[in-house]
C-alpha cells in the first residue's frame, strides 16, 4: 500500500508541474491533493473513499496492455456461443483434447470427441465447470482459497491456450468493449498488443542458417545470416502482401473506435520462445507493418521470459532488434524485460535483460523491469534510464502474481528515487481481473 500511495502523491502533483495548463486552476489541484492526503493519512487508509477517488481520476493512457489478456472471460463464452463452438470438459490424450480448450472446427470432430466437448449453455447449467473454467481462463479463485494449482507463472501464462482459438475473432468488437471499459475508467488512450506480426516462409537453407544462431554466435555470423534473410524477404511480392494484409487487419479491427474522446494504437510484436527463424520473420513483419500504419506505433517482443528458449536466446533476440532498428530507424520499441526474480532463473540471468533491452535493442520503454535490482552496475543503468527518459512501465497486478513482487518490494520505489519515468498499466487484466 505504502508502494501505491507514494506513486499516485508523484501523479498528482506532477499534474501540477506538468500539465497545469489543462486543469482549471492551480487552486483546484491543491485542493485535490489535499483531498488525497485526507484518504491516505491517519491509522488506516480510507480505501473506500480512495477507490472512488483513483476511479474518478484522468489516467491518460494505458501503455502495457496484451488485447487477448484484457478481454474478460465471460465475454470469450459469449464469442463461443455466438459461433456455436464447443469447450471440453476431460483431458484426453488419445483423442489430443485439453480440458477447458475451446473448440472452433465442431463439424469436424469425431463422436468420441464431440461427446467430450460442451456448448457454453451446457457450461453454465453446471456451476462447478464453469468456475473452474473461470479459475482456469484468469487468476479467479487463484489465492483465497486452495483449489488444484499451478505455479503461478504457468497458470498466468496458459490461460492463452484456452481462449486463443476464440480471441482473434471479434478483434472490432472487443476493442469496442475494451474502449468502453476505459472511458468508465477515466483512460483516455490504450496501445494494445493485438496480433504478432504474421510469420514468413524462407527457403530450408535459410531457416538452418538462423536456426544455427544463439546468442553466443559472434556478430559477424549473425550479421550475414540476418542480412541474406533480409535481403530476400525485403523485397518479396508475397512477403510484402502479407504484410499489407497485416495492416488492412489492424485498420479494420480499429474501425469506429478512435474519436475526440478516445484513442486506439497498436504495437506489433513476436513470440520469444520460437526459433530463431521464426523470430526474424516475424520481427521482420512487425517493423515492416510499423512504418506503412499510422495506428502501429511500436514493436515488442512477448512471452515469459524465463522459459529455456527466452533465456538461451535472449541476447540473439536483442541484436535482431538492433539490425531491423537500424533499417527501420523511426520505429519505437516497447519491450518486455526484467521480467523475472531470484529464484526462477540462475543469479546470472537476472544480470543483463534490462541493459541488453536499451543498449543493444534499443528500447524506449521497459515493461516489467523487476529484475533493475542484479543488472550489472544497477546504479549507472538506472542513471542512464532517467538521462535517456527510458520508461518503465509497471505492471502491479500482474507482478504481484506471476512474480510474487508487489508493496516495498516492488523496484518501483528504486525507479522513482533515481528520477526514471514510471507509468502504471494494467498487463492482460481480463486475466488477473483488475482495472487500471
Same mark, same amino acid.
Given at each position: 500500500?505504502?508502494?501505491?500511495?507514494?506513486?499516485?502523491?508523484?501523479?498528482? %502533483?506532477?499534474?501540477?508541474?506538468?500539465?497545469?495548463?489543462?486543469?482549471?486552476?492551480?487552486?483546484?489541484?491543491?485542493?485535490?491533493?489535499?483531498?488525497?492526503?485526507?484518504?491516505?493519512?491517519?491509522?488506516?487508509?480510507?480505501?473506500?473513499?480512495?477507490?472512488?477517488?483513483?476511479?474518478?481520476? @484522468? =489516467?491518460?493512457? !494505458?501503455?502495457?496492455?496484451?488485447?487477448?489478456?484484457? #478481454?474478460?472471460?465471460?465475454?470469450?463464452?459469449?464469442? /463461443?456461443?455466438?459461433?456455436?463452438?464447443?469447450?471440453?470438459?476431460?483431458?484426453?490424450?488419445?483423442?489430443?483434447?485439453?480440458?477447458?480448450?475451446?473448440?472452433?472446427?465442431?463439424?469436424?470432430?469425431?463422436?468420441?470427441?464431440?461427446?467430450?466437448?460442451?456448448? $457454453?449453455?451446457?457450461?453454465?447449467?453446471?456451476? *462447478?465447470?464453469?468456475?473452474?473454467?473461470?479459475?482456469?481462463?484468469?487468476?479467479?479463485?487463484?489465492?483465497?482459497?486452495?483449489?488444484?494449482?499451478?505455479?503461478?507463472?504457468?497458470?498466468?501464462?496458459?490461460?492463452? *491456450?484456452?481462449?486463443?482459438? +476464440?480471441?482473434?475473432?471479434?478483434?472490432?468488437?472487443?476493442?469496442?468493449?475494451?474502449?468502453?471499459?476505459? #472511458?468508465?475508467?477515466? $483512460?483516455?488512450?490504450?496501445?494494445?498488443?493485438? =496480433?504478432?506480426?504474421?510469420?514468413?516462409?524462407?527457403?530450408?537453407?535459410?531457416? /538452418?542458417?538462423?536456426?544455427?544462431?544463439?546468442? =553466443?554466435?559472434?556478430?559477424?555470423?549473425?550479421?550475414?545470416?540476418?542480412?541474406?534473410?533480409?535481403?530476400?524477404?525485403?523485397?518479396?511480392?508475397?512477403?510484402?502482401?502479407?504484410?499489407?494484409?497485416?495492416?488492412?487487419?489492424?485498420?479494420?479491427?480499429?474501425?469506429?473506435?478512435? *474519436?475526440?474522446?478516445?484513442?486506439?494504437? %497498436?504495437?506489433?510484436?513476436?513470440?520469444?520462445?520460437?526459433?530463431?527463424?521464426?523470430?526474424?520473420?516475424?520481427?521482420?513483419?512487425?517493423?515492416?507493418?510499423?512504418?506503412?500504419?499510422?495506428? +502501429?506505433?511500436?514493436?515488442?517482443? &512477448?512471452? @515469459?521470459?524465463?522459459?529455456?528458449?527466452?533465456?538461451?536466446?535472449?541476447?540473439?533476440?536483442?541484436?535482431? %532488434?538492433?539490425?531491423?532498428?537500424?533499417? %527501420?530507424?523511426? $520505429?519505437?520499441?516497447?519491450?518486455?524485460?526484467?521480467?523475472?526474480?531470484?529464484?526462477?532463473?540462475?543469479?546470472?540471468?537476472?544480470?543483463?535483460?534490462?541493459?541488453?533491452?536499451?543498449?543493444?535493442?534499443?528500447?524506449?520503454?521497459?515493461?516489467?523491469?523487476? !529484475? #533493475?535490482?542484479?543488472?550489472?552496475?544497477?546504479?549507472?543503468?538506472?542513471? =542512464?534510464?532517467?538521462?535517456?527518459?527510458? &520508461?518503465?512501465?509497471?505492471?502491479?497486478?500482474?507482478?504481484?502474481?506471476?512474480?510474487?513482487?508487489?508493496?516495498?518490494?516492488?523496484?518501483?520505489?528504486?525507479?522513482?528515487?533515481?528520477?526514471?519515468?514510471?507509468? +502504471?498499466?494494467?498487463?492482460?487484466?481480463?486475466?488477473?481481473?483488475?482495472?487500471?
Amino acid at each position: 500500500m505504502h508502494l501505491f500511495v507514494i506513486f499516485i502523491c508523484s501523479v498528482i %502533483f506532477g499534474i501540477e508541474t506538468n500539465n497545469a495548463a489543462t486543469l482549471k486552476s492551480s487552486k483546484n489541484i491543491d485542493a485535490t491533493a489535499e483531498y488525497y492526503k485526507t484518504l491516505i493519512t491517519g491509522d488506516t487508509n480510507k480505501l473506500s473513499e480512495l477507490n472512488i477517488f483513483i476511479t474518478n481520476i @484522468p =489516467k491518460g493512457g !494505458d501503455l502495457h496492455h496484451h488485447y487477448s489478456g484484457s #478481454i474478460y472471460s465471460e465475454t470469450y463464452l459469449n464469442w /463461443v456461443a455466438k459461433n456455436n463452438y464447443c469447450v471440453y470438459r476431460e483431458d484426453n490424450q488419445t483423442l489430443k483434447i485439453q480440458k477447458y480448450k475451446i473448440e472452433t472446427r465442431v463439424s469436424n470432430l469425431t463422436d468420441s470427441a464431440k461427446a467430450l466437448c460442451i456448448t $457454453v449453455g451446457e457450461i453454465y447449467l453446471d456451476n *462447478d465447470f464453469y468456475r473452474a473454467l473461470l479459475k482456469r481462463w484468469s487468476t479467479i479463485d487463484y489465492t483465497n482459497h486452495y483449489h488444484e494449482q499451478l505455479p503461478p507463472s504457468k497458470q498466468f501464462f496458459d490461460t492463452f *491456450d484456452y481462449f486463443g482459438p +476464440i480471441s482473434d475473432s471479434y478483434y472490432n468488437e472487443g476493442l469496442m468493449l475494451l474502449k468502453n471499459t476505459a #472511458i468508465s475508467e477515466n $483512460v483516455q488512450y490504450i496501445e494494445t498488443m493485438l =496480433k504478432s506480426g504474421p510469420s514468413i516462409s524462407v527457403t530450408d537453407e535459410l531457416n /538452418v542458417m538462423l536456426n544455427s544462431l544463439n546468442s =553466443k554466435s559472434n556478430d559477424s555470423e549473425i550479421d550475414i545470416a540476418l542480412t541474406a534473410y533480409f535481403n530476400m524477404v525485403a523485397n518479396d511480392s508475397n512477403v510484402n502482401t502479407i504484410i499489407n494484409n497485416y495492416v488492412r487487419m489492424i485498420g479494420t479491427s480499429a474501425a469506429g473506435i478512435n *474519436d475526440d474522446n478516445f484513442a486506439i494504437r %497498436f504495437q506489433s510484436y513476436v513470440s520469444r520462445g520460437n526459433s530463431p527463424s521464426q523470430v526474424f520473420g516475424s520481427l521482420f513483419s512487425a517493423f515492416s507493418s510499423a512504418i506503412r500504419s499510422d495506428l +502501429i506505433v511500436g514493436v515488442n517482443i &512477448v512471452g @515469459p521470459e524465463n522459459g529455456i528458449v527466452s533465456m538461451r536466446d535472449y541476447t540473439l533476440h536483442m541484436k535482431m %532488434f538492433r539490425f531491423l532498428k537500424q533499417r %527501420f530507424p523511426t $520505429v519505437k520499441l516497447a519491450m518486455h524485460a526484467g521480467e523475472l526474480v531470484l529464484g526462477l532463473v540462475p543469479p546470472e540471468g537476472l544480470q543483463f535483460h534490462i541493459r541488453e533491452a536499451i543498449e543493444i535493442a534499443g528500447a524506449s520503454r521497459i515493461g516489467h523491469g523487476i !529484475d #533493475i535490482f542484479y543488472e550489472h552496475n544497477a546504479y549507472e543503468l538506472l542513471e =542512464k534510464m532517467k538521462q535517456l527518459n527510458i &520508461v518503465v512501465e509497471a505492471v502491479m497486478s500482474s507482478n504481484a502474481f506471476i512474480l510474487g513482487i508487489e508493496n516495498n518490494a516492488h523496484p518501483m520505489l528504486v525507479y522513482k528515487a533515481h528520477g526514471v519515468p514510471i507509468v +502504471i498499466a494494467t498487463d492482460d487484466a481480463g486475466v488477473s481481473r483488475s482495472t487500471l
